[in-house]
């Protein structure tokens, strides 16, 4: 296995650690809604020790239907910005803690590659939002697509990490 996924991988390790010591300690549920990282970011929290107290659920929403019907995208947003936006980050960050009736949630949507990316929206493209109690942080990444898929989706769960880090912090 490659330097940088190992690295990385152990970068993911100790930031879901992080994360769940601090939603331990500011008694804080957290739930989420991906799509590009197919369900990595929750395996990441939930591989910590005590996740169980503070880790809702997570929704792997990768296509456009459960985006809308589950997390209540918005059809009008899907046509006119993208499933692969700020604005269908939002909206599936704020869905998913309206489901769970949580005070936080964290979704990411992007194109992991190799193939999907447009010049307007080129592969590494990733989109986040957390959504905590009323806050609501969005960021933009353009990850490097030359180290491949499997970079790209551990970059995301990292990314997301430190979003919820720095979101609740």
Do not use: W
Request: proline letters at 2%; aromatic letters at 6%.
């Amino acid at each position: 296995m490659n330097t940088h996924i190992n690295n990385m991988r152990l970068s993911i390790d100790k930031a879901a650690q992080d994360v769940v010591q601090l939603l331990h300690h500011k008694q804080i549920i957290l739930s989420t809604a991906e799509s590009c990282t197919g369900g990595l970011l929750s395996g990441a929290l939930t591989g910590v020790s005590g996740s169980s107290q503070v880790f809702n659920f997570g929704i792997c929403a990768y296509a456009n239907e459960v985006k809308q019907h589950l997390l209540g995208v918005n059809a009008q947003t899907l046509a006119k910005f993208g499933a692969v936006s700020a604005e269908c980050a939002a909206e599936m960050a704020v869905g998913a803690r309206r489901i769970s009736n949580g005070i936080a949630a964290i979704s990411v949507t992007g194109i992991a590659g190799p193939g999907g990316g447009t010049a307007e929206k080129p592969t590494g493209t990733v989109y986040f939002a957390c959504s905590f109690r009323k806050k609501l942080n969005v960021l933009h990444l353009e990850i490097n697509p030359d180290y491949g898929r499997e970079y790209i989706r551990l970059e995301s769960v990292r990314q997301a990490l430190i979003l919820i880090l720095n979101t609740i912090s």
